[in-house]
């Protein structure tokens, strides 16, 4: 069964330093999302991208992070400069369709340790 | 807005017996509402999901939900458990006219043997 897959699944990084989280969703989907999940808490919306543009994005995705497609199979996320409260799991998902009763498919994350 | 509430943060649950684990929703249109698990160290798997039609949904692992307009709620059940069903489970609605999904607070379940 095709899966989301994201690497690194753990990544450690001092504040202040770039990062780059990566993505390959499932092949012939066209809704890429990402989500977070601070340790113990919810998960959390921050980002859509269709049609190599963001759709939609939360609050919390400000100008630090950025999303890309760079070619036809990785969707990365960027935070530019990283802060303590950026540590997280971070979650990729994709969609065949952006209709609301597609569910999405997740990735199995990446923890972001910020020190 | 859009919510989901699980008012459990745990339920215990002896192999072989039955299992709920409860979500309320509030949503001002349709409600389109989804399960998810997330097993120790993996992503959250997609169970199954309600957006029209019969009020009991069959999902993956033996799970179904059941949808009740009246009490806005969406619990999610099991006849029979397996030790290998803990997990954290997650409800979820899509918001509407949105792209995001927007999660419950988790319901760690253990079933113990």
């Known amino acids: 069964e095709p899966e989301v897959t994201q690497t690194p699944s753990h990544q450690v990084t001092q504040m202040g330093q770039e990062v780059i989280l990566r993505c390959v969703p499932i092949s012939n989907h066209l809704y890429f999302y990402w989500y977070r999940q601070i340790l113990g808490q919810k998960v959390e919306f921050l980002v859509s991208f269709y049609n190599n543009e963001i759709s939609e994005k939360s609050e919390i995705f400000d100008d630090q992070f950025s999303v890309e497609r760079p070619d036809g199979s990785n969707f990365t996320l960027k935070i530019r400069s990283t802060k303590l409260e950026d540590s997280a799991m971070y979650f990729c998902a994709s969609t065949v369709a952006g209709g609301l009763s597609y569910e999405q498919y997740f990735g199995p994350g990446t923890r972001l340790t910020v020190t | 807005a859009q919510s989901v509430a699980q008012p459990e943060d745990q339920v215990n649950v002896a192999e072989g017996n039955p299992l709920t684990v409860k979500c309320t929703y509030s949503v001002s249109g349709n409600p389109y509402l989804f399960w998810y698990v997330q097993y120790p160290n993996r992503g959250l798997q997609f169970l199954l999901k309600?957006?029209?039609?019969?009020?009991l949904v069959k999902g993956s692992y033996g799970f179904e939900a059941e949808f009740n307009k009246s009490q806005t709620s969406f619990h999610l059940k099991k006849p029979s458990a397996l030790v290998s069903d803990s997990a954290l489970y997650f409800c979820a609605v899509r918001d509407n006219g949105a792209d995001k999904i927007i999660f419950g607070k988790g319901t760690r379940l253990h079933i113990l043997p």
């Open positions: 309600y957006i029209t039609g019969d009020n």
